[in-house]
């Protein structure tokens, strides 16, 4: 079973549920991994209704296959732009191209880039304190970033 035929059978379902791809693999040991997201966060009945339709899909050549649904978690860098919508007002980590570092709270993003307010600097002998967020705007361009990952402040 191949990528594309995967991908294909996935978009009417996660349309239905109103969610996006946000990243699709096909391991060479049989395993399809879907990783999805909502501009809503998706919800367990969401992913299990995902793996059964894949599973209804593919028929009995589901059997050779181990099929799991999820969301990308936090771990997960970004890979679609509604990722960056969804994320707007929440604080992120952008690593440009050249590794650079730039952490603060997207402002505003479309498919060419991302703004973001980024945090002030903070007193290195008071890292407990939570990080304040500058009136400077920082405009990234999308084919400079490297990765883009939620960052959990707390």
């Known amino acids: 079973m191949d990528k594309q035929t995967i991908d294909a059978l996935l978009q009417k ?3 239905e549920l ?5 990243e699709l693999n096909v391991s060479a040991d ?7 997201d909502g501009m809503e966060n998706i919800s367990v009945e969401q ?13 009995e050549a ?3 296959f181990e099929i799991t649904a999820s969301s990308p978690g936090l771990d997960k860098p970004f890979r679609h732009m509604n ?8 604080s992120v980590e952008i690593i440009t191209a050249e590794g650079n ?6 402002n505003t993003a479309n498919e060419k880039e991302v703004v973001i307010n980024p945090f002030k600097k903070r007193n290195p002998k008071n890292k407990a304190q ?12 999308m084919n400079n970033i490297k990765q883009t990952k939620k960052l959990i402040i707390i």
């Open 13 to 15: 379902k996660l349309a």
């Open 18 to 22: 109103n969610l996006f791809l946000v």
């Open 30 to 36: 049989n395993v399809i991994t879907v990783y999805a």
């Open 47 to 59: 992913c299990t209704a995902i793996a059964r339709y894949l599973r209804s899909e593919l028929g």
């Open 62 to 64: 589901a059997d050779n």
């Open 83 to 90: 990722q960056y919508l969804k994320n707007i007002g929440k």
């Open 101 to 106: 570092k730039i952490e603060g709270k997207i």
């Open 130 to 141: 939570k990080p304040e967020v500058s009136d400077q705007l920082v405009s990234v361009e």
